[in-house]
């Protein structure tokens, strides 16, 4: 390697402040990578409701699995709130394809590589599964055809198998490109999308539960899965400024993401969960609880929305994506 | 394998042709294309004179529009960068003495210090175009299917299959990918893939009037571009590297080799190249892990807390 290559100060901690970007070269400012060209709030729309419904998939089908016939009910609902991305998230990712008449061409191969192949694969599963057990489930409700309960509960269990990976295979979507924020850390971005999704579905489960034992329940698996993201975030950021990447947490949308994910998603319910607990009269705390799993939910769209946009703008700054691409991020283990 | 090419051309004298020169590549490009064998680009920068006549052939041939007619104020660059309507772009680097002025926080834009003089003295030129991965992330992300690797070993999109679904764009890690808003499909160089068929060397390789970009089986330009390395290194210009080859910089992070390689003289960044691009596909499983264990730890805790929840009826 020629020696004047060598001429940029090596920073001598891991996560230095001087790390957080790029100063030598770039090409007159011109940015190095094309930004994703997905619409932030379509997309993120689908990742959030694809999270939302897959994960009441997984939480309620546990529920009638773990308590039986005194889960029917949380189950009832999960079957119905599966019914979300398929009915508007999968028409919202058609909608953002710039030649959508050709959305069937996604079924034309299966690839491991590419997480939107798998993605496809994963969602089409589980529209097969949650769309058997809502079925039966219509049949219950309306026909009162009992007998139908029975094929209403064997749809959840692939429904929710296929659930837990259609909450988190778009994390993988993201990861597996060239968007500096997306790439840097892959396991923080998926343990994010997870928890947020396990959030947003045990939330939407809850609200307007009338038992309180079952809010109460839904509630503190929506809590739990809160503390992991307020974890995950924190790990995330910290090793997307390890590999440079730092200087994309400070764009506009990382703001709003601060606001937003945090503020509005974790920290608001999280108090209002506290004082729904203590609350004596049953239907202040009721309305307290639903209010807190709406925020939870717009915390979870928010989310998907931010992180879709700090990638973007990662990728079109090439200050930032220069510094990510230096040798010291490449993977330690594969050199020969 | 090499053919001179003026034997071949020895075989037409006249200036005016009526028919198709079956294998023309041999006598434009020194090179037989056979399907089955692996083609590149060898863009060697240091021959680049940033004529643009890669540029222009390339949308003589692909009937590619312009897509700016504008200055960019860019030194002599105005194309700007790769994309759905421009295959080739030349990169324009003037290095200019230091100013008084900068300062590591501000350096001015696209300009290094360095000790030659200003003007002409102290410039870099580079005809980018598609990498042609060897393990193409465009490709590997494709859910379509759309991009291929064809039996030339290059890398091409079907426009009749393509749905414009964009991933292909974020995961090139060139910026090279580029969606048409018009017809809402993805484009980039195909390597001239029809010319390839009908046995003609890609329009800019044979336009290319310095020979800066050869084009050739690749196991031919890896032996001539190692052998121009020393060349220059023993003419005293100790900075020429490869970019692309196998171990070089731009072939690191899984990604093997590029098809289209290039010779450089300064620091990869300064081309708009990334030093260290690593493989997207590679982050695939890790993420999917680490999402689904956390789905399988929270839904141990649901399971754990329905089971201990008592049954109210308020």
């Given amino acids: ?336 | 394998m090499e053919i001179h090419p003026f034997a071949r051309a020895r075989e037409y004298p006249d200036s005016v042709f009526h028919d198709v020169i079956p294998n023309e590549s041999e006598l434009t490009g020194g090179v037989t294309i056979e399907p089955g064998k692996q083609y590149g680009f060898f863009t060697d920068t240091t021959v680049c004179i940033g004529c643009k006549s890669c540029e222009v052939a390339c949308k003589e041939w692909n009937n590619l529009p312009a897509d700016d007619i504008g200055l960019t104020g860019q030194s002599y660059d105005n194309t700007g960068a790769l994309s759905a309507n421009t295959w080739r772009h030349v990169n324009f680097i003037e290095k200019k003495q230091a100013l008084a002025d900068d300062t590591a926080e501000r350096p001015a834009r696209g300009v290094r210090d360095n000790d030659q003089n200003a003007f002409q003295s102290g410039w870099l030129m580079m005809s980018d175009v598609c990498k042609h991965c060897h393990h193409a992330p465009c490709m590997e992300s494709c859910p379509t299917g759309a991009l291929f690797k064809t039996e030339f070993d290059t890398v091409v999109v079907q426009q009749d299959i393509c749905n414009g679904c964009g991933y292909c764009v974020s995961a090139c890690p060139f910026g090279v990918v580029a969606l048409n808003p018009l017809d809402g499909k993805a484009h980039k160089c195909t390597l001239c893939y029809d010319r390839l068929k009908g046995g003609l060397e890609p329009a800019c390789a044979k336009a290319c009037p310095t020979e800066s970009i050869q084009f050739g089986e690749l196991s031919d330009l890896w032996e001539r571009a190692a052998t121009r390395v020393e060349d220059l290194h023993a003419r005293g210009v100790t900075s020429a590297y490869t970019y692309g080859t196998p171990d070089a910089p731009g072939a690191t992070g899984d990604m093997k080799y590029l098809n289209s390689f290039f010779l450089l003289t300064d620091r990869p960044e300064a081309y708009n190249l990334p030093a260290a691009p690593t493989r997207p596909s590679n982050r695939v499983a890790p993420a999917f892990a680490a999402g689904l264990s956390t789905i399988a730890g929270l839904a141990l805790a649901a399971a754990v807390l329905f089971a201990g929840a008592k049954t109210t009826r308020d």
């Fill in chain 1, 1 to 336: 390697m020629p020696e004047h290559r060598d001429g940029r100060a090596v920073s001598k901690g891991a996560a230095s402040p001087e790390a957080a970007a790029w100063k030598g070269p770039t090409y007159y400012g011109r940015s190095q990578l094309k930004p994703s060209p997905f619409n932030a709030w379509v997309v993120g729309g689908y990742i959030f409701l694809a999270g939302l419904s897959g994960a009441s998939a997984v939480v309620s089908t546990v529920a009638e699995a773990v308590q039986g016939e005194r889960g029917a009910s949380i189950g009832r609902k999960g079957r119905y709130l599966s019914m979300l991305a398929p009915l508007v998230g999968a028409p919202l990712l058609i909608l953002d394809l710039h030649t959508p008449t050709r959305f069937y061409n996604m079924w034309r191969i299966v690839k491991r590589t590419s997480p939107m192949s798998l993605g496809t694969w994963i969602l089409t599963a589980f529209i097969g599964g949650a769309g058997v057990a809502v079925v039966a489930q219509l049949g219950v409700d309306l026909l009162g055809l009992k007998w139908l309960k029975r094929i209403a509960r064997l749809g959840s269990a692939p429904a929710a198998i296929t659930g837990a990976g259609i909450s988190t295979y778009t994390a993988a979507l993201l990861a597996a490109t060239s968007a500096p924020y997306w790439a840097a850390d892959e396991k923080g971005l998926g343990v994010r999308f997870a928890s947020s999704s396990i959030a947003a579905g045990s939330a939407a489960l809850a609200l307007g539960e009338k038992s309180r034992s079952t809010r109460r329940t839904l509630n503190a698996i929506t809590g739990i899965a809160l503390l992991t993201e307020l974890v995950a975030t924190a790990v995330h950021h910290k090793n997307v400024k390890a590999k440079g990447v730092g200087a994309s947490l400070e764009s506009e949308w990382a703001h709003i993401e601060e606001a937003a994910v945090l503020g509005l998603g974790v920290l608001l319910p999280l108090g209002l969960y506290v004082a729904s607990r203590r609350l004596g009269d049953r239907k202040r705390a009721g309305a307290v609880s639903d209010l807190a799993s709406l925020a939870v939910m717009a915390g979870s769209a928010m989310l998907r929305v931010s992180t879709i946009r700090i990638g973007q703008d990662s990728a079109s700054r090439p200050e930032v994506s220069l510094r990510f691409s230096q040798p010291e991020n490449l993977p330690k283990k594969r050199r020969a």
